[in-house]
């Protein structure tokens, strides 16, 4: 068997190998890590762009769309941001305890 046998295809697979897939709950929670990155990536994507929005509203001229822009794109940002940084935050501390445990 080659290495690029053993690479796995799937990214469910590729975060059940990277967590020795043979502990379901490591494997789950290497999948949680994994969204909640996406999440927070496209959660500060959303605050840039209604910042971004913002500053050519106020150089241009506020009006009800950029107005509307702004608050869509910041509520968005904020509704991804808010659960991700949590379970961002969890997901580290039960890594490292496991890694304190000896597990």
Request: glycine residues 6%; proline residues 4%; charged residues 20%.
């Amino acid at each position: 068997m080659t290495a690029d046998d053993r690479t796995p295809r799937d990214p469910r697979s590729a975060a059940a190998a990277e967590a020795g897939g043979a502990d379901p709950v490591r494997a789950r929670r290497a999948v949680i890590a994994r969204w909640t990155l996406l999440a927070n990536r496209v959660g500060y994507l959303f605050v840039a762009l209604a910042m971004a929005l913002f500053v050519i509203a106020f150089a241009v001229g506020f009006d009800s769309t950029m107005a509307t822009s702004v608050t869509v794109t910041l509520v968005i940002g904020c509704v991804l941001l808010a659960p991700s940084i949590v379970l961002g935050y969890a997901v580290k501390a039960a890594e490292r305890d496991d890694r304190e445990r000896g597990l």
